[in-house]
T-cell receptor, first 115, second 112 residues
Framework: AQTVTQSQPEMSVQEAETVTLSCTYD???????LFWYKQPPSRQMILVIR??????QNATENRFSVNFQEAAKSFSLKISDSQLGDAAMYFC????????????FGQGTRLTINP | DAGVIQSPRHEVTEMGQEVTLRCKPI?????LFWYRQTMMRGLELLIY????????DSGMPEDRFSAKMPNASFSTLKIQPSEPRDSAVYFC??????????FGEGSWLTVV
């Protein structure tokens, strides 16, 4: 079975500080993708960053970066210079199957930014 | 480019009524997905299509739910008859040649 676990239901950080959100996963497949999605109060699911399992180099998108540890099946998200607009639910997702057709989501982490 | 477009954004209906949710995927995308989000179960994949053909509907909860994709630019998710436990946010999403799935803004369904 494919599973994704986010062990932090809630996190908070001071504006301009750095925060790391944790995610672990389990899969028996060798070809898979990992994603972080952001869900603000509007409930829209917004892609933050993605990582191909076959790439050892960690993905980076501006202030967002990941720490992908395949052996440990860990995929954490680091947000640098946190901004008020970063406040949202963050979901880690595992894309499985050819071309990552099916996404399995974690339970989410609610991130609060303190001004 | 326009993203995934869903309608209606919000719907309140009475138990027993038919509900139809609509989706227009991103142009050129050949995969379309329907997800449901609830507090209890989180985000669940209901069904997905490839080139308008349903590939996996194992997530559809029961026979009251049906989905169609008559052409590459339109899909519907229908619930008949609706029940209060169907209240959720329903997301449509699509994927093209890359491996990233893009979501619509969701349809908030409340069944009273």
């Amino acid at each position: 079975a494919q599973t994704v676990t986010q062990s932090q239901p809630e996190m908070s950080v001071q504006e301009a500080e750095t925060v790391t959100l944790s995610c672990t996963y389990d899969t028996s497949e060798s070809d898979y993708y990992l994603f972080w999605y952001k869900q603000p109060p509007s409930r829209q699911m917004i892609l933050v960053i993605r990582q191909e399992a076959y790439k050892q180099q960690n993905a980076t998108e501006n202030r967002f970066s990941v720490n992908f540890q395949e052996a440990a099946k860990s995929f954490s998200l680091k947000i640098s210079d946190s901004q008020l607009g970063d406040a949202a639910m963050y979901f880690c997702a595992l894309g499985r199957g050819q071309g990552a057709q099916k996404l399995v989501f974690g339970q989410g982490t609610r991130l609060t930014i303190n001004p | 480019d326009a993203g995934v477009i869903q309608s209606p954004r919000h719907e309140v209906t009475e138990m027993g009524q038919e509900v139809t949710l609509r989706c227009k995927p991103i142009s050129g995308h050949d995969y379309l997905f329907w997800y449901r989000q609830t507090m209890m179960r989180g985000l669940e994949l209901l069904i997905y299509f490839n080139n308008n053909v349903p590939i996996d509907d194992s997530g559809m909860p029961e026979d009251r739910f049906s989905a169609k994709m008559p052409n590459a630019s339109f899909s519907t998710l229908k619930i008949q008859p609706s029940e209060p436990r169907d209240s959720a946010v329903y997301f449509c999403a699509s994927r093209g040649s890359g491996n990233t799935i893009y979501f619509g803004e969701g349809s908030w369904l409340t069944v009273v």
